[in-house]
């Protein structure tokens, strides 16, 4: 149980243009949805915290119109990169967990490569 | 605020060596501990937690204690193996937020 898919797994794209990730729990309602973001060896950082049905909140330093977030849904989370430019290219990993539980079950990531 | 310091890689182990990596916290309230294991190109996998004091987790041979005494909860493995090989990150979690270290790179040598 708890398996939180995304998609696509990989996208390359260029610059300039807008890239959705989706970020999908499959068995379970995610009532709250993180975005993280990983530099190549280094630790994840978050980008935002997203509540089904209200605005996400965004870390200090992430610009939230660039990085749009949607959770319309409590399954379904996106992140769209809107502009993309090459200091984009990184991997995107999305989490999610339930109402009252402390476990982030998280997706297999999203490498964005920016041309 | 909360932070997670972990001991810093890169491990280099051979085939069934013993395995310990240190992870401390500091942070307001009772957290709860985590460790996730990170293989190339993938996301994280949750491999163990403990929720309160002195709670074991335990998974795939690795354990951990929440020590509150000393705000510790490092992971142990008895025996590795080579594809235990993966980057290790230990975690907190309070009030619904969580809190990362920085990984520790796990390679075993067979």
């Known amino acids: 149980g708890a398996v939180v898919s995304q998609h696509p797994s990989r996208v390359i794209c260029k610059s300039g243009t807008s890239v959705k990730i989706e970020c999908r729990s499959l068995?379970?309602?995610?009532?709250?949805m993180f975005w993280y973001r990983q530099f190549p060896k280094q630790s994840l950082m978050l980008m935002a915290t997203?509540?089904?049905?209200?605005?996400?909140?965004?870390e200090q330093g992430v610009e939230k119109d660039k990085f749009l977030i949607n959770h319309a849904s409590l399954t379904l989370s996106t992140l769209t990169v809107t502009s993309a430019h090459p200091e984009d290219s990184s991997f995107y990993i999305c989490?999610?967990?339930?109402?009252?539980?402390?476990?982030?079950?998280f997706g297999p990531g999203t490498r964005l490569l920016v041309l | 605020g909360d932070s997670v310091t972990q001991m810093e890689g890169p491990v280099t182990l051979s085939e069934e060596a013993f395995l310990t990596i240190n992870c401390t916290y500091t942070?307001?309230?009772?957290?709860?501990l985590f460790w996730y294991v990170q293989y190339p190109g993938e996301g994280l996998q949750l491999l163990l937690k403990?929720?309160?004091?002195?709670d074991k987790g335990s998974n795939k041979g690795f354990e951990a204690t929440y020590r509150k005494e000393t705000t510790s909860f490092h992971l142990e493995k008895g025996s590795v193996q080579v594809s235990d090989s993966a980057v290790y990150f230990c975690a907190l979690s309070t009030a619904g937020k969580s809190t990362f270290g920085d990984g520790t790179t796990l390679t075993v040598k067979p």
């Open positions: 403990a929720t309160k004091a002195d």
């Open positions: 989490s999610a967990r339930d109402l009252g539980i402390e476990t982030q079950y």
């Open positions: 068995d379970f309602q995610a009532t709250t």
């Open positions: 997203s509540n089904e049905g209200s605005k996400a909140t965004y």
């Open positions: 942070a307001t309230g009772y957290p709860s």
